[in-house]
């Protein structure tokens, strides 16, 4: 690297120092003309559903349950303003109005940027004598907003076909983002590291379902007398049919059932078992570790 100190340069003959060179939107197979940045997120792509999918997980037993854990986790803390030089009647003022604003149900509204990589947040403002003071803070489904080519952020508006720019000072939005980068302003999307895992728990769960409903219960098997002919043996086993489902049957003085448990079939339960236990501890492992 070279020292800026010892560089020696006139600013009127090189005002490029002042300028971007490797731009995203110059850069050669980047992005489409459109200058709309898609989300680079891997799962988005494949399913090519949108965040659509990612909000479906959260309906998962696991995915649910560890979402709320760590939300609680967090708002279960207590919080402050914290004074420092701000003088007396200013920290009251200003007090007042945090006190006046859901802070559990903000901080909860900033924990679904981890979730889905950003969460925009639009404040509404009321006149409180010679002052204009947020008074609500409410999240935005992040279908609404997109990145383009250069960063900047923009609501996606009917009235407008190439959306609204949100500059970063614009004090109607505050945007939460989770580990953005240049060539990810959206943010990293923590429920993309779920959908695998809840969509092989879904998998084995049904297998895992089938697998008890054909070997979880007792086999009945009817045994015949070689004289009875087919319709006394569809008989029978109808009989056999009405025994599983009511536990009760009929049938012939001449004919016997036998009782077969599947116990040669534990271990199969077992590794069904054990893969939807090691795709809830992924996820889990995602969600509820603290960092």
């Known amino acids: 690297m070279f020292n800026f100190l010892k560089t020696k340069f ?3 003959k090189d005002k490029s120092i002042f300028e971007e060179y490797a731009a995203a939107k110059d850069a050669v197979g980047m992005y489409n003309l459109t200058g709309k940045l898609p989300n680079p997120d891997v799962v988005l792509r494949k399913t090519g559903k949108g965040l659509k999918v990612l909000r479906e997980l959260k309906s998962n037993y696991q995915v649910g349950t560890c979402i709320e854990s760590r939300k609680s986790g967090v708002t279960s803390k207590k919080w402050r303003l914290n004074k420092k030089d701000c003088a007396e009647n200013q920290y009251k003022f200003f007090d007042k109005i945090f006190k006046n604003i859901d802070i ?10 981890p979730l889905f990589g950003f969460a925009p947040i639009e404040i509404s403002y009321e ?3 010679s002052y204009i003071v947020p008074v609500s803070l409410t999240a935005k489904p992040q279908e609404w907003f997109y990145f383009n080519t250069e960063g900047e952020f923009f609501f996606n508006s009917r009235k407008n076909s190439n959306g609204f720019v949100i500059e970063p000072e614009n004090p109607k939005f505050l945007l939460a983002r989770h ?5 990810n302003p959206y943010g990293e999307c923590l429920l993309s590291r779920c959908f695998w895992n809840v969509i092989f728990i879904n998998g084995g769960m049904e297998f895992w379902l089938k697998f008890m409903e054909k070997y979880g219960t007792p086999w009945a098997i009817g ?5 009875m002919d ?3 043996q569809k008989d029978l086993l109808k009989m056999l049919k009405r025994m599983v489902q009511d536990a009760v049957a009929v ?8 009782l077969i448990n599947a116990s040669d079939k534990s271990g199969s339960n077992a590794v069904f078992q054990s893969f939807v236990t090691k795709c809830e501890n ?3 492992i995602q969600k509820c570790t603290k960092k």
């Open 127 to 129: 006149k409180s004598g």
């Open 10 to 12: 006139s600013i009127k």
């Open 282 to 284: 992924n996820i889990s």
């Open 223 to 227: 045994k015949y007398d070689r004289s």
């Open 251 to 258: 049938i012939p003085a001449d004919g016997s059932v036998e």
């Open 230 to 232: 087919d319709s006394e």
């Open 179 to 183: 580990r953005a980068d240049f060539l």
């Open 104 to 113: 559990h149900k903000l901080i909860e509204d900033i924990l679904e940027a």
